[in-house]
């Protein structure tokens, strides 16, 4: 499949967008919660107002939260929200093993389960790729027992794609996640196309590039064509641009603000843009 029949196909319009996880069917939310940097925090109000984004996030139909244990107290955070909260249903849990050794493997994956306070796990992924060649098999075995139901391997920063798209050729995995945005378009060489040629769910991470999106630009006037796809705000646009790509099944912005989730949330609404209007918004992106 060509990368051009990949990004060129328009997404469907719908109340609120979603993609099939390709391994089962299983539908999610295009638009998901990423917690690097803004869930590590300690006890008090801060850590309650993190749990409170959580709970927007999931009332307004959001449902794939994305954590790590390189991201210091936020899976610890997640369950103690997650619990205080009430635990509303239908939230999908991706995290990750980071650690060098089968072993160290086994039990740091076992403390997030703890620590999410989950019975079982849904995506387990193994971050930037650490020691995959002896994580993979345990993955492997670990959905195959029912203990997580999804596997797959990340990068981010648009790095090491090789082995990346060498992992996705070679193993039977689930999901992929890697950075995708405005500013680092390195995914749709290989990276997408390969995903829906595979057929493996694409997650995409840094979708405003760490927040290095907004500035300057931002700050003038949305153009024309924001009207057109129902977009009061660059972040939605910047999230419709991502999340129209068919093989994007889901984008994870991180935010500590409970007024940015729902804007966020906001990018499954209305129209999304085609091919022409893709790159009508990254020509007046780069210009402005």
């Not at 509303?88 to 994956?109: E, I, N």
Request: aromatic share 8%; hydrophobic share 45%; proline share 6%.
């Amino acid at each position: 499949m060509s990368a051009m029949a990949v990004l060129g196909v328009p997404a469907a319009n719908a109340a609120a967008l979603e993609r099939p996880v390709p391994a089962t069917g299983e539908r999610i939310p295009a638009v998901g919660l990423g917690t690097w940097l803004t869930f590590d925090v300690g006890p008090g109000s801060q850590r309650h107002a993190r749990g409170e984004v959580l709970r927007a996030f999931l009332a307004g139909g959001g449902r794939m939260v994305d954590s790590s244990p390189m991201y210091g107290a936020s899976e610890s955070l997640i369950g103690e929200e997650y619990a205080r909260i009430g635990r509303p249903g239908g939230m999908f849990s991706a995290t990750k093993v980071w650690t060098v050794g089968g072993l160290a493997g086994k039990r740091q994956m076992e403390k997030s389960r703890s620590l999410w306070g989950l019975a079982r796990l849904d995506l387990m992924f193994v971050h930037n790729m650490l020691d995959w060649e002896v994580h993979l098999p345990t993955l492997k075995e670990m959905k195959a027992k029912g203990v997580v139901r999804y596997i797959g391997v990340t990068t981010s920063h648009g790095r090491r794609h090789d082995l990346l798209e060498t992992i996705m050729k070679r193993e039977p995995i689930d999901f992929v996640q890697f950075t995708y945005n405005l500013n680092d378009r390195s995914a749709e060489e290989r990276l997408l196309p390969l995903a829906a040629e595979r057929r493996i769910a694409a997650v995409v991470n840094r979708p405003f590039d760490g927040g290095d999106l907004f500035g300057a630009k931002t700050a003038k006037p949305l153009p024309g064509w924001a009207k057109e796809l129902e977009c009061a705000s660059w972040a939605e646009a910047f999230l419709k641009f991502i999340v129209s790509v068919p093989a994007v099944t889901c984008a994870i912005p991180a935010t500590t603000q409970v007024a940015h989730v729902r804007e966020n949330l906001r990018a499954m609404s209305g129209p999304m843009p085609d091919a022409a209007l893709r790159r009508r918004i990254l020509s007046d992106y780069e210009r402005a």
